[in-house]
């Protein structure tokens, strides 16, 4: 691994020097860990000169599987740059072949607090030659930060004709990909169709909830006055039928009444005619009188 800063200068102070040193350290308490950074860009390369990256791969997929390098390349190289990076850290590059175990690690430790700018640093391992066709495959490499794992990378090791290949088929699954992306945005357009319609029934059927709503409670305020018609009427009725029954007694007085005029009526006819009667004999017998007189 290399780094952008790698020199420390290291002097022997006087030993009265390092006693004041340990004694101001004392009173200042512990030295805090304060380690930090932040990452630029990280990238995989063929070359690393002069601290920039060069040699792009071959080929670089936009899927999980990352870059291609083959495997008549001489190395392959993970390279990160910090836009500042603090101490006290150890900076650890890992790299794990297609079998999953470690194949290669390498560090660099920075026990100070010192602060850096623009730092980069980097680590490879060697392809041509050492790499074959039965290593080739799916690489990780990863960066760790102290025990922080900040980047992984993943990437293939192909030979020539795996590679073109790889290519062949790659370029066959993104065409297929491609098409099943545009019939998945079809079925999700769709799918955004079929939700808004959702979504207007849900609104009419809100808006039916209320004017349901609103019916029942209409219907509540019916249903209460017909209740209160039916006992008014059924009130009503009782009130009839006592009328009913009062027009019936009436309506027999009346008969009675009737009668008792009619018996009354009979009774005067009979009255006069029998004062007619006597009133003609009175007068037949004045007239008879007078006559014989």
Same mark, same amino acid.
């Given at each position: 691994?290399?780094?952008?800063?790698?020199?420390?200068?290291?002097?022997?102070?006087? #030993? %009265?020097?390092?006693? =004041? &040193?340990?004694?101001? $350290?004392?009173?200042?308490?512990?030295? +805090?860990?304060?380690?930090?950074? @932040?990452?630029?860009?990280?990238?995989?390369?063929?070359?690393?000169?002069?601290?920039?990256?060069?040699?792009?791969?071959?080929?670089?997929?936009?899927?999980?599987?990352?870059?291609?390098?083959?495997?008549?390349?001489?190395?392959?190289?993970?390279?990160?740059?910090?836009?500042?990076?603090?101490?006290?850290?150890?900076?650890?590059?890992?790299?794990?072949?297609?079998?999953?175990?470690?194949?290669?690690?390498?560090?660099?430790?920075?026990?100070?607090?010192?602060?850096?700018?623009?730092?980069?640093?980097?680590?490879?391992?060697?392809?041509?030659?050492?790499?074959?066709?039965?290593?080739?495959?799916?690489?990780?490499?990863?960066?760790?930060?102290?025990?922080?794992?900040?980047? #992984? %990378?993943?990437?293939? =090791? &192909?030979?020539?004709? $795996?590679?073109?290949?790889?290519?062949? +088929?790659?370029?066959?699954?993104? @065409?297929?990909?491609?098409?099943?992306?545009?019939?998945?945005?079809?079925?999700?357009?769709?799918?955004?169709?079929?939700?808004?319609?959702?979504?207007?029934?849900?609104?009419?059927?809100?808006?039916?909830?209320?004017?349901?709503?609103?019916?029942?409670?209409?219907?509540?305020?019916?249903?209460?006055?017909?209740?209160?018609?039916?006992?008014?009427?059924?009130?009503?009725?009782?009130?009839?039928?006592?009328?009913?029954?009062?027009?019936?007694?009436?309506?027999?007085?009346?008969?009675?009444?009737?009668?008792?005029?009619?018996?009354?009526?009979?009774?005067?006819?009979?009255?006069?005619?029998?004062?007619?009667?006597?009133?003609?004999?009175?007068?037949?017998?004045?007239?008879?009188?007078?006559?014989?007189?």
């Amino acid at each position: 691994m290399e780094k952008g800063s790698r020199i420390i200068s290291t002097k022997i102070y006087p #030993i %009265s020097f390092v006693m =004041i &040193l340990m004694m101001c $350290l004392t009173l200042i308490g512990p030295v +805090v860990n304060a380690a930090s950074y @932040e990452i630029e860009y990280y990238t995989l390369a063929r070359n690393v000169d002069k601290g920039v990256p060069s040699g792009e791969p071959i080929f670089v997929t936009d899927s999980g599987l990352g870059a291609v390098f083959l495997t008549t390349d001489d190395y392959v190289y993970s390279y990160i740059r910090f836009k500042e990076i603090s101490g006290p850290f150890l900076l650890r590059m890992e790299w794990y072949g297609p079998d999953g175990q470690l194949y290669y690690s390498s560090e660099f430790k920075e026990e100070t607090s010192k602060a850096y700018n623009e730092y980069w640093a980097w680590s490879r391992i060697a392809v041509a030659g050492k790499i074959d066709e039965e290593k080739s495959g799916l690489w990780i490499v990863t960066v760790h930060f102290n025990d922080e794992m900040i980047v #992984i %990378s993943r990437f293939l =090791i &192909l030979t020539p004709y $795996l590679a073109w290949r790889f290519v062949e +088929v790659y370029e066959e699954m993104k @065409e297929a990909n491609q098409v099943l992306e545009n019939t998945l945005n079809e079925y999700k357009w769709k799918m955004e169709e079929s939700n808004q319609e959702i979504a207007e029934l849900k609104s009419k059927n809100t808006e039916l909830e209320s004017r349901n709503h609103g019916l029942e409670n209409n219907l509540a305020e019916v249903e209460t006055k017909y209740n209160t018609l039916s006992q008014e009427y059924s009130k009503v009725v009782s009130e009839k039928d006592s009328l009913k029954i009062e027009v019936s007694s009436l309506q027999e007085k009346l008969k009675n009444t009737q009668a008792d005029l009619d018996s009354l009526s009979l009774q005067r006819f009979l009255a006069l005619i029998a004062a007619i009667a006597f009133a003609s004999i009175v007068i037949v017998a004045i007239f008879i009188k007078r006559k014989k007189a």
